[in-house]
């Protein structure tokens, strides 16, 4: 029988027809998943798995008890309950786990599509391709593809750093008084929903940069069919929670997109250079470690310079790191008043579908956030044009927003 992991690539290879009975050696399952990813959890369970030589190493490694085994002694994975933050992928020593793939049904759609395609790139996403890819280059690259156009998500994260500085400002008023981001990782976010439920007031009612996109184009174009593509796996389960679904259709990951390039023949360095600047430095650096924490920070003081109380930020990453930092907080150990949680090791930038490795991403991202013409959302003219464009009279009008940018996390 052949792997889950062949399916893939023959099917987007064309070496399997879907319009064709599936051939002997492959598994039907296999296929359901490829070709209906929404049906299933955000890791699969792509081989029969009984209790093995590793004493469940899969299972004690997920936080958020989403693998369970049934009364015959075969596991299962939770679509409720997994994040994506693929711990158990890690763990797994039999290779009977796997990230689920959205290629196939994002490419029907965007070959399909009546309206506007809009892939909206996450701000890891610099040298993930090659360095001699430029930001216009990928652009013209998901052009060839089929996409409208692409839009940076970065641009948001400028944005939902406005909103969280507001909310600084607004809730951090005295000395013990503290924060918690709430617009940067899922599975941080996942966390403290999950397990630390009660720190939930500290944490601001706001989607991620992703979900800011993805309405702010649906919004536009109503009829539009928005993809996201970052380093997460946890993306795609953050895509679906019921009361955000509506602003990203599919997530796929950096390596979905490095294998749709292979199979499409594209080679996004040697085409032209369609470039435009939208996102601040400030947005740009949401993708590392410390990245949002300083962000906010700038703006907390370019907001209310005269501020007595400023940010002062503690960072985390890794979900044992940020684990450890929550019981810090729980305990009175620790003086910040703004913490940051990343669930991979340097941000984003370390996620599990990143292309380079976490140094090599970090520098990238850096670099590309010193050559951004605007060093703060505040400064960013294209934050103002959308802010305005959405009704906001004021940048203090994001806090009475219920629509765009807020949630309800209960």
Not at 185 to 198: F, N, Q
Not at 275 to 284: L, N, P, Q, V, Y
Not at 317 to 325: F, L, N, R, S
Not at 333 to 348: D, I, L, Q, S, W
Request: proline share 5%; glycine share 8%; hydrophobic share 40%.
């Amino acid at each position: 029988m052949k792997t889950f992991e062949e399916l893939y690539q023959d099917l987007i290879n064309r070496k399997v027809l879907l319009d064709e009975p599936l051939p002997e050696g492959y598994n039907p399952y296999h296929l359901d998943c490829l070709l209906h990813p929404e049906r299933y959890a955000t890791v699969l369970h792509v081989e029969e798995c009984e209790q093995c030589a590793y004493d469940k190493a899969c299972q004690n490694s997920c936080i958020f008890d989403a693998i369970e085994w049934d009364g015959e002694g075969k596991m299962r994975i939770n679509p409720s309950l997994c994040t994506g933050c693929e711990a158990c992928i890690e763990a797994c020593q039999n290779g009977r786990l796997t990230a689920s793939r959205d290629v196939l049904p994002a490419m029907k759609a965007v070959r399909e599509a009546e309206g506007p395609v809009y892939m909206m790139i996450a701000p890891a996403f610099l040298g993930q391709f090659s360095e001699a890819v430029t930001p216009g280059k990928l652009r013209t690259a998901f052009k060839a593809l089929g996409f409208t156009g692409m839009v940076e998500v970065a641009l948001f994260a400028d944005i939902l750093t406005l909103k969280e500085a507001l909310e600084f400002d607004k809730h951090v008023k005295h000395r013990g008084d503290y924060q918690l981001t709430s617009c940067c990782c899922p599975v941080w976010i996942a966390m403290i929903r999950k397990i630390y439920h009660e720190l939930m007031p500290h944490v601001p009612g706001a989607v991620s940069p992703m979900i800011a996109c993805g309405r702010m184009i649906k919004r536009i174009h109503p009829d539009a069919i928005t993809v996201f593509a970052g380093p997460c796996l946890a993306k795609k389960k953050e895509a679906k929670e019921a009361d955000i679904a509506d602003a990203v259709d599919y997530v796929l990951t950096f390596r979905e997109v490095k294998d749709i390039f292979e199979a499409a023949d594209i080679h996004p360095e040697e085409l032209a250079d369609d470039e435009k600047e939208h996102a601040s430095k400030a947005g740009r650096l949401y993708a590392r470690t410390g990245g949002v924490s300083r962000a906010v920070s700038e703006m907390v003081e370019q907001l209310r310079p005269d501020r007595s109380i400023t940010v002062h930020a503690e960072q985390a990453d890794g979900t044992k790191a940020c684990m450890e930092m929550i019981q810090r907080i729980k305990e009175g150990k620790t003086t910040a008043n703004f913490f940051e949680g990343m669930g991979c090791p340097g941000g984003c930038v370390g996620g599990p579908k990143a292309i380079l490795d976490v140094e090599e991403g970090t520098r990238h991202v850096d670099e590309y956030g010193s050559k951004s013409e605007f060093r703060t959302p505040l400064e960013n003219p294209y934050v103002l044009k959308i802010l305005k464009e959405l009704g906001f009279e004021t940048v203090e009008g994001l806090l009475q927003d219920d629509t765009l940018l807020t949630r309800d996390f209960a």
